[in-house]
């Protein structure tokens, strides 16, 4: 808020005025043309002049126009009636000057206020104008902190070696039934009385309500009537007590470790402690992790964490989800299921704890998947002569592609596997003298690393040794 001036302010009356009156009319045209631009919080200190040289200083809060909205009888002056023609001027006045001092010193009344010397507001009550910020709501009256219609108050007091005393005297009459009270919101819902003492009967002399001050008194205060509604406004303290629509949070006096978290006691106090730490379970792995579709399976799960009973959700990749027929926690490391799941994919696997807490693999671990088979016969796949070269096929196949492999056995000499197609060839170059049967066992592994076993034979012949033909 801030005090107007404005050179060589001056008009008359444009009608007479009770003693009682809040507006008044200047001559046509001059308000605009004479006197400061003012409006709520903003104000300026008028004088008035009546035929026999009467005087009374009033605090204008706002004008339209030509009309002026005032607060009757400052500085010591009688409120009186004025007739039309009397003057009025913007005269410098000495609440004026005091006025422009503090709002200048950032609206602190002084500096510090003891016990013996308190910092003092002289209050009285007025008829609430639009200057209040609770115009319409409430009472009608409102609280004027030194002549300041709803003011906004600045504590200091930040050591709680060294506390502030504020004094809010209520000793002028117009205090009369209006004890002036602090509360933690507007409303007056919850009353703040720490370090508050009261004397006297408002309205009489040595009446006041005084507050001492320190680091953990709110940030933020409402002074208003105990008996009537929103007749103050509020005050703002630099505090470690943080005031949260009534709600008082006090900050500890020391920084905390790093991580650690603010915890409240319940009551507001806050204190520093560390952050709670969440076990979550994991997940190593499975086995089988290649099962048949639509075949009940068993399947180990081994991890950390697991907790008395966990879900267990299969996941393919489009998102479906598959449950266990049925879920068994052998040890806080392993759980045992049984599956029956029919669509041939890659599965993620997913624990979660009672909890809540949950781990899924980072990987599809689990595959849903139709073994390789042989297409190819066991047994033998033929015979061929020696030194002859010799081809023989042997097939198999799987949702996926296969591998061939011997596991065990001997093909005849000179004969090798593709791998890719089953095929065995080659030249036969074996030193054997007669015919000779040869036994191996071949394997498929397809992409899921099921695999398939069959034993074969090939049989290898040898002709007569120094034979002759006769035709």
Not at 253 to 279: I, R, Y
Request: hydrophobic share 35%; proline share 3%; glycine share 8%.
């Amino acid at each position: 808020m801030a005090v107007l001036f404005k050179n060589n302010a001056h008009s008359t009356l444009a009608s007479s005025i009770t003693d009682s009156a809040t507006s008044i009319t200047v001559a046509s045209g001059h308000g605009n043309a004479r006197f400061p631009a003012t409006a709520s919080p903003n104000y300026f200190y008028a004088t008035l002049i009546d035929g026999s040289n009467n005087i009374e200083v009033v605090r204008c809060t706002a004008r339209s126009s030509d009309v002026l909205t005032v607060i009757r009888a400052q500085e010591g002056t009688s409120a009186r009636a004025y007739s039309a023609g009397d003057r009025i001027e913007l005269r410098i006045t000495a609440q004026g000057l005091e006025d422009l001092n503090r709002t200048s010193s950032n609206e602190f009344k002084s500096g510090w206020g003891s016990t013996s010397a308190p910092i003092n507001y002289a209050v009285t009550v007025v008829t609430k104008t639009s200057a209040h910020p609770y115009t319409g709501v409430g009472s009608s009256s409102a609280y004027a902190i030194d002549g300041v219609e709803g003011a906004v108050l600045n504590f200091a007091g930040a050591d709680t070696g060294k506390t502030y005393f504020y004094r809010f005297d209520q000793a002028d009459s117009s205090n009369n039934g209006h004890p002036l009270r602090f509360y933690l919101n507007a409303a007056k819902s919850t009353a703040y009385t720490t370090n508050v003492t009261t004397n006297g009967t408002p309205g009489n002399a040595g009446a006041y309500t005084q507050i001492e001050v320190d680091e953990y008194t709110p940030n933020l205060l409402y002074y208003q009537c105990s008996s009537h509604a929103h007749m103050g406004n509020h005050i703002h303290h630099i505090s470690n007590m943080f005031n949260s629509n009534g709600v008082l949070f006090k900050l500890p006096t020391a920084d905390g470790s790093s991580g650690q978290l603010l915890k409240t006691n319940g009551s507001g106090v806050l204190s520093f402690v560390a952050a709670a730490t969440a076990t979550y379970p994991t997940l190593t792995g499975i086995s089988p992790s290649t099962i048949s579709p639509s075949t009940t399976t068993t399947i180990v799960i081994t991890g950390t964490n697991y907790v008395t009973t966990p879900n267990v959700e299969i996941i393919n990749s489009s998102g479906i989800i598959s449950y266990p027929l049925t879920i068994v926690r052998n040890a806080a490391t392993q759980l045992t299921i049984t599956a029956n799941i029919s669509g041939n994919a890659s599965y993620f696997l997913r624990v979660e704890n009672p909890d809540g807490l949950s781990v899924r693999s980072g990987s599809a671990i689990l595959s849903v998947s139709t073994g390789p088979t042989f297409s190819t016969a066991a047994g033998s796949l033929g015979e061929g002569a020696k030194g002859a070269a010799l081809s023989f096929d042997v097939d198999g196949s799987s949702d996926s592609t296969v591998a061939f492999s011997k596991v065990s056995g001997a093909f005849p000499d000179g004969l090798s596997l593709n791998t890719s197609t089953g095929v065995i060839s080659g030249t036969e170059n074996g030193s054997q003298t007669e015919t000779t049967v040869f036994n191996f066992t071949l394997r498929l592994t397809d992409n899921e690393s099921q695999t398939v076993d069959r034993a074969f034979s090939i049989s290898v012949s040898v002709g007569m040794a120094n034979s002759m033909a006769f035709n």
